[in-house]
């Protein structure tokens, strides 16, 4: 009674206090025994909630609450003291719960805002706009979408390191909040990334006409211009930044909400594309791509359409001749045309934002058929491609350690690939994202390595990837070209020193496979080992040579 955070205390029918004790009175101001012999209605005069507990509980009723008195938040409960069938008082006990009810507290914040900059997270602004567009359809009206991408964030990280990117990040999302309305709903997206829902209406409330909705959408982006145009100091340097801005305008330009912002995001890149620092409008490009947009339409219904399907294209242990793993590659059936290359539609994909949905459908579709494989007795692991957009969701380690734990898989039967330019792009959340799917127990791969950022000094910084696909294009040359040929053997040995599994891409001939058996790569893939093919067709290719493949 002495060192917990607790208080006892009784009363007689009268409401005189005969005993109170308990460590939590401190915070009260009072001391054990300090309040004995006065009137329970006189010390909680102005609390009139723990007043009616009182009473309720000299009527007989047993009372729980939650109450909150000196600036402490109490769990309390009062009961009936009885002598016979008589109520002769009321014996109270209060738990202080301050220190959860603050934690309760905090976590539903930071649940619906981010942490770094104390911005709403996208799934909180999702939330918002649903009940915009819901209330605006219903009275009329117009919406905008905002989607803001920082330029030259990139350099300022590289240049003066992560810590002084997230203190830009910090001040940028103070300035933009300075340069929104009270009625704006602004969020962080993720990464240098914001998003801004404006409701368009005259300062009386009136609703507005489509060309006023264009204009205060425009002047509402230049605002946002303007609130970044003084320079930044950030670790006693001065810097400069600006935004590429897309926008996109509910009913004109979509009327769900993910279309708006895939809306505002492709105009955004557009933005970016013309240099960025400037501000594009959905409408003004739509009419630019009639056939990308119906493609982007069509592929965004395919999941739900159950249209895309998976092949998978073994990954062979070259000195074994063995099956190592598969790397499951999406395809898409469109109806009235067949199977559409993925050069058609994943670059798109990836453009509008569709990615997101298709990986996550990837994800859980490889790790369905694998344990459909496991009960069958087929011990079968496999890669699935993770999107720079995708590494970039908050969520991305849980969705897909997720899928894997939902399926009953062993650890280490899903890896993930990423392409090197994607993870030297985002090293910080490469890192992060590495981290928490190898806690989980899914490893992961860097692809086409030597077709992006190449660089050795990079390469520990993503220390823990288990291996390394060396791209195809320096494979294609083998072995005909001397250059080619000790640029392999070199990353091979290289990948070998770093820990790295090395695996080769694009084996297209019986020379080429020759030469990387030699050079002793452990690992190859490609056209002269094996197509991709579907479930049924792989499975037919396992079992067509079973000493060679299983």
Partial sequence: MDVAPVIVWAIDREGTINESRGHALEAMGYRSGQLVGRSIWDVYAHEPHMLECHRRALGGEVVRTQTRSGGRDYETLCLPLKQGEEVSGVLGVATDITERVEAL????????????????????????????????????????????????????????????????LRQVAERLRHGVRSEDILARHSGDEFLVLLNLTQPDGSRVGEGEAVQMATVAAKRLHDSLRVPFVVSGS???????????LFPTDAEEPTALIRHADEAMYRSKESGGGGTVLYQEIAGDRPAALTLTADLFRAIDRDELELHYQPIVDLEAGTCARVEALVRWRRPERGLVPPGDFIPLAEETGVIERIGEWVVDETCRQLAAWQRRGLTITASVNLSLREMRHPDVVERIAGAVEHEGLPSGSLMVEITESAAMTELPRMREVMQGLRARGVPMAIDDFGAGYSSLGRLRDIRGVETLKVDRSFVSGVPTDDFANRLVAGIIEISRGLDLIPLAEGIETAEQLEFMTACGCPLGQGFHLARPLPADELENWLASAPAARS
């Avoid at 001065?238 to 996109?248: L, N, T, Y």
Wanted: proline residues 0%; without cysteine; charged residues 30%.
């Fill in 105 to 168: 507290e905090r976590l539903d914040y930071l649940s619906a805002h981010d942490e770094l900059t104390g911005l709403t997270k996208r799934s909180l602004f999702e939330r918002h706009l649903e009940v915009a567009l819901s209330r605006t359809a219903r009275h009329g009206g117009h919406l905008a979408v905002l989607y803001l991408d920082l330029d030259r964030v990139k350099a300022i990280n590289e240049t003066l390191g992560h810590d002084a990117g997230d203190e830009l």
């Fill in 238 to 248: 001065e810097v400069a930044v600006d935004a590429s801005i897309g926008v996109s």
